[in-house]
């Protein structure tokens, strides 16, 4: 949003456009726009990663670009769909000729004369665009360094995690099957009760030991 409201201020010092300030205002958030999707794609972020950046930044700077005159959603859409062409001009190979690129499209769009890519508010545009796209480049592909060795370092630990959690789960199988066969090579070794005869709540009293012995004489 600072970088936009530079931008705008070095094109009002030189050059009052024709064009009427709802359509420069979107010609300007528009090609700022279009340098941030330029360090975005020469940054090394994954494609899924990248999608999910840009539309939380799309959803900062929308009510930055609100205008009494536009209903907020349309006054967005053209923002992005005039980035969209700016960004197609860029040369995937040098951040410095995309930024000459995109700014000439720029002042030529709000209205500047056809000489001006040798006036000084160009050179003085293309060198902050450059400055501007380098700087995001630098620094959006520290952040993705940065996030894939922490996702790294976080599978790193989950893996290891899960092996001590495995490791404790056959320490316990194997202390329950020790315990089991130690019980049933006990069980096995244990001589065999001798067979009593069935004690009897009569026994030792006179009747039943008269019955005994009248069941024992011939």
Sequence with gaps: MAFT????QAVTRVHRSKRGPVFC???????????????FE?????DQD???LLESLLDELRPSWDRGELARSEYATRVVQRSEAYFATRDRSSPLKTAERIVSWYLR?????ELVDDSALARHLCANFSHRILRDIYRLSAASRLRTAVVSLMERQRAARIADVDICLMSIWDERQHH?????????????PANRREVSHWDGHPIEAIARVGTSSP
């Design 25 to 39: 205002d979107v010609q300007t958030h528009a090609v700022v726009w279009a340098a941030v999707l330029v360090a």
């Design 42 to 46: 020469a940054a090394s972020f994954r």
């Design 180 to 192: 089991t066969h130690l019980a049933q090579a006990v069980g096995s070794s244990a001589p065999e």
């Design 5 to 8: 409201s530079e931008v705008a």
């Design 109 to 113: 769009a709000i209205g500047m004369p």
């Design 50 to 52: 990248r999608e999910t």
